[in-house]
């Protein structure tokens, strides 16, 4: 099976996309070798715990959790707490975990990751990219130790930014950092042409998956009322409350477990390539995803966009996929 490593900040929808990658590994489809947490939509120690409780609740409390980037790599830290609650989780009460996290650094677990499966590792980023540009410093040939890196990050072609006019959150908290994955993907792919370009999820394909509080019901049922479940039917909850504060209605965009299911189906994706930069200073457009899609930057394509899916029914389709999987 594919080894996959996941960087995440739950975070609800990085919930999802933790127990859908546990689904998956429990039956034998992945090798998920752990999860590295990044400072995110709450502080380090809260992504950890929720990962830690959310890979338990999944049936993995054998895998690996690293505590990665405690915050950005060049600014301070905005947390938000009204996006995914307090601790990061929603309404849900995780239980405490038992288990101590891994002790290597989470840069550190992704450099043993991509070296212990050279050219193998399915590597997934549902949170900033802080962590994996700590791991750049570590280890610059990282793209090359890759088989394909997927990235839940920036809003690309003419789509509207979630937490600024033009900016994507998880690009947004850590734009110094985002940058540094197009440079780092840029270099590698000049060096040597077979490293796959990074594959970058924007809002304006994610935001088509969205998740239903009917769903969430069909959920509970179909896993038969289990923990695991519940728990993500609470913390789904809140989000649902978030996503009708801000005009969208009474329903989620879970864009995280979309991007995990993508990077485990890679012939589903319809890209495009591009040169991929982040704008790190403009003052109204800090945090913006500037993909050249028309060569005028005169440099070869460091990145591929995900513009659409191959699958009948679409984001909706694969968001009942992962809740099958889910479930069983
Ligand atoms: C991204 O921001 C986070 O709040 C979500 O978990 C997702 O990774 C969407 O912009
Ligand atoms: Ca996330």
Redesign the pocket.
């Known amino acids: 099976p594919t080894p996959v490593l996941l960087d995440c900040?739950p975070?609800?929808?990085?919930a999802l996309a933790i127990a859908y990658l546990v689904a998956e590994h429990l039956a034998g489809r992945i090798e998920l070798t752990g999860a590295v947490c990044t400072a995110?939509?709450v502080g380090l120690e809260d992504t950890v715990a929720n990962a830690c409780a959310w890979l338990d609740l999944a049936g993995a409390p054998e895998l690996p959790v690293a505590a990665g980037a405690s915050g950005p790599i060049a600014v301070p830290h905005v947390l938000?707490p009204e996006?995914?609650g307090p601790r990061g989780a929603g309404h849900a009460q995780l239980p405490t975990t038992t288990r101590s996290t891994d002790p290597r650094d989470g840069a550190r677990l992704w450099v043993d990751a991509a070296r212990e499966h050279p050219g193998e590792l399915v590597a997934v980023v549902?949170?900033p990219s802080s962590t994996l540009a700590l791991a750049l410093e570590l280890e610059p040939a990282l793209p090359r130790l890759l088989r394909r890196l997927v990235v839940?990050g920036g809003s690309f072609r003419g789509h509207p930014g979630?937490?600024t006019p033009v900016s994507?959150?998880?690009v947004d908290v850590d734009p110094e950092a985002a940058d540094r994955v197009c440079l780092a993907w840029e270099v590698a792919r000049a060096d040597d042409p077979s490293v796959a370009p990074a594959r970058w999820c924007g809002?304006d394909l994610?935001e088509r998956a969205v998740w239903t509080p009917e769903r969430s019901g069909r959920l509970v049922e179909a896993a038969r009322g289990s923990t695991l479940s519940r728990h993500l039917a609470d913390a789904l909850r809140f989000y649902f409350e978030f996503h009708e504060s801000v005009g969208e209605g009474y329903l989620a965009q879970v864009?995280?477990p979309l991007v995990a299911w993508l990077a485990l189906h890679p012939e589903a994706a319809l890209t495009e390539p591009v040169h991929l930069r982040i704008e790190c200073a403009g003052e109204h457009t800090r945090g913006m995803t500037v993909e050249d899609r028309r060569g005028h930057r005169g440099r070869p394509a460091n990145a591929e966009l995900v513009v659409d899916l191959s699958v009948p029914g679409g984001a909706v389709a694969v968001v009942e996929e992962v809740t099958a999987s889910i479930a069983n």
């Open positions: 900040d975070g609800i929808d990085d995110g939509n938000t996006t995914h549902t949170g839940m979630n937490t994507e959150w998880n809002l994610t864009h995280d």
